[in-house]
């Protein structure tokens, strides 16, 4: 509906004020006889200046915006889900254009006049609390391909790299080439530099899409030393084979932790039908395995019970084969409670005697 992030369509102005009350900046609507679009100036805020605690927000790419903004585009003809593109006017990047950034909408709970950004999105616009930031309503394309550049190699030390951008991706609506995004994980600030995006090359909607991530080296990492020698050739034909696999050592380490996280993981699921087989013969038929096997387990646990001493507190974890029930042990009376003979005797005399009629039967 709306052209790719860009106000060629909305030529024309329409300021206006509110009686005697003139805010800092007036209200655009700027509009063709095709369509609208929403456009509004605010006084930016990080989210750390917010009333509630929504400290969370910082690791997405969605802002707080006022009631009356909800109103307003509810009127309007928009595309969904709503984008925005926030843009500084006062600041220009290194190329000569102005700074800015998109993201969608968390909440429309925020003050009259003011948004509330991330700490990431108030660093990339250079905005100050109470800075002026442009609002506009956009609309993007779907993305295909994203590729990030963390800023640290602490980033390798994640074993699962895909679960935890996918966790952190979905806080996100949009991505814009520039960006400097943060994500949270285990109690630890990443930070991503965007670099590139697809289909679009400035800006791409990243929600309900399937979306491929490439990832640069990151600052500071040392790619590993390459080995000459005669194994050379064999190695660059074997990277001829695998053209398809990722060609960046980063892109390599990442793999190799994945996989041996998988692996990890598989090493410790139940697998049913584990251990050696025994026969019932005799024990001279029984292959070496199984007597070592047999043998250890023994040794095990003969070692394991002089480890453990009558005193010890320390609870003895039950172990039982796959398929036991256990019912309790069984039942051992304390010392001392043991019945003595004079007990025995009183069980003995108990309910003797002779039974008592009070009418005679007839003989017939």
């Known amino acids: 509906m709306y052209a790719e992030d860009s106000d060629d369509d909305f030529a024309m102005d329409i300021g206006g004020g509110f009686g005697g009350f ?3 900046r007036p209200l655009h609507a700027r509009y063709t006889g095709r369509q609208r679009q929403f456009t509004k100036f605010y006084s ?3 989210i750390a200046a917010y009333q509630g605690n929504k400290m969370d927000a910082n690791y997405g790419g969605k802002i707080f915006m006022p009631p009356s903004a909800l109103d307003e585009i509810s009127q309007l003809e928009v595309v969904y889900p709503l984008l925005f593109k926030l843009q500084n006017d006062e600041e220009e990047s290194t190329s000569g254009t102005k700074l800015r950034t998109h993201c ?24 100050s609390p109470g800075s002026a930031v442009e609002v506009i309503n956009v609309a993007l394309l779907h993305g295909s391909l994203v590729k990030l550049q963390p800023q640290s190699v602490d980033f390798l030390d994640i074993s699962d790299h895909r679960a935890v951008l996918e966790n952190a991706l979905r806080r996100f609506s949009a991505l814009t080439v520039g960006d400097m995004i943060t994500i949270e994980y285990n109690n630890h600030e990443y930070k991503l530099n965007v670099l590139e995006t697809q289909p679009s090359p400035s800006a791409i909607n990243i929600v309900e899409t399937d979306l491929s991530v490439d990832f640069a080296p990151p600052i500071g990492y040392v790619e590993p030393t390459a080995q000459s020698g005669p ?14 696999q990722p060609t960046s050592s980063m892109a390599k380490d990442i793999r190799q932790k994945e996989d041996a996280a998988k692996g990890e993981a598989a090493s410790l699921r139940f697998q049913a039908f584990r251990g050696a087989g025994v026969r019932l013969s005799s024990g001279a038929d029984k292959p070496s395995s199984v007597r070592s096997y047999a ?4 040794d095990n646990n003969e070692k394991q019970s002089q480890d453990i001493s009558p005193d010890d507190e320390t609870p003895v974890p039950l172990d039982l084969p ?19 003979d004079a007990n025995d005797a009183n069980e003995e005399d108990k309910f003797q005697g002779e039974g008592r009629v009070l009418r005679q039967r ?3």
């Not at 006049?113 to 990339?124: A, H, K, N, S």
């Not at 029930?325 to 010392?335: M, T, W």
């Open 322 to 340: 796959i398929g036991t029930l256990f019912f309790g042990y069984k039942l051992i009376p304390p010392p001392g409670s043991e019945p003595t």
């Open 295 to 298: 043998s250890s387990t023994a």
């Open 22 to 24: 003139m805010p800092p």
């Open 104 to 127: 969608g909408v968390l909440e429309f709970t925020a003050e009259e006049g003011r948004v509330y950004l991330p700490q990431w999105m108030m660093d990339t616009l250079r905005l």
């Open 231 to 244: 194994g050379s050739q064999a190695s660059n034909s074997s990277s001829m084979a695998n053209i398809n």
């Open 44 to 46: 930016a805020y990080p």
């Open 362 to 364: 007839r003989k017939r």
